[in-house]
């Protein structure tokens, strides 16, 4: 009927196209970075997942740590979230922003490679524009070992 072909359409109108871009953080002094960022599909859209990988190297073992993550939407802090460096953990984000599933570390890794793989879905309620996504890592001694920088254009 013309009630499900106007539903259809409105659905299809209400997604919005989502691209991803990356800047590794760390200084001289952090233990890790990210060299490598990829996501699929490309571009995502709000209201389905993307597939998110972020590769590097970190400089030491890794036996434990903390990961914080801060997301903020037109420049205002929304969310903050702390979890374990290693493992990984799934997170609503507030206001129906969307959600997260992570997939750190697998503890404990020895210096060298690593990948990070993070699962995203953004509401078709988020406003277009920027969503920032600002990730830090610490070892176990409270030192420097990540920090990535996500934007998430929204148009």
Request: with cysteine.
């Amino acid at each position: 009927s013309a009630v499900v072909v106007f539903v259809a359409i409105l659905g299809l109108i209400s997604c919005k196209s989502i691209t991803l871009t990356y800047t590794d953080c760390g200084g001289s002094s952090s233990h890790g970075h990210v060299t490598s960022f990829t996501y699929a599909p490309n571009p995502g859209v709000t209201g389905a997942p993307i597939a998110i990988t972020a590769s590097g190297n970190v400089n030491e073992a890794v036996t434990g740590g903390t990961f914080k993550f801060d997301v903020f939407l037109s420049g205002i802090a929304v969310f903050h979230h702390e979890h374990s460096v290693c493992g990984s953990d799934s997170v609503d984000l507030p206001l129906g922003l969307g959600h997260l599933d992570l997939n750190l570390l697998t503890c404990p890794v020895s210096s060298g490679p690593i990948v990070l793989k993070i699962g995203l879905t953004v509401s078709d309620s988020v406003p277009s524009g920027d969503v920032i996504l600002k990730a830090t890592a610490t070892d176990s001694a409270g030192g420097a070992l990540l920090c990535l920088d996500v934007t998430s254009h929204i148009a």
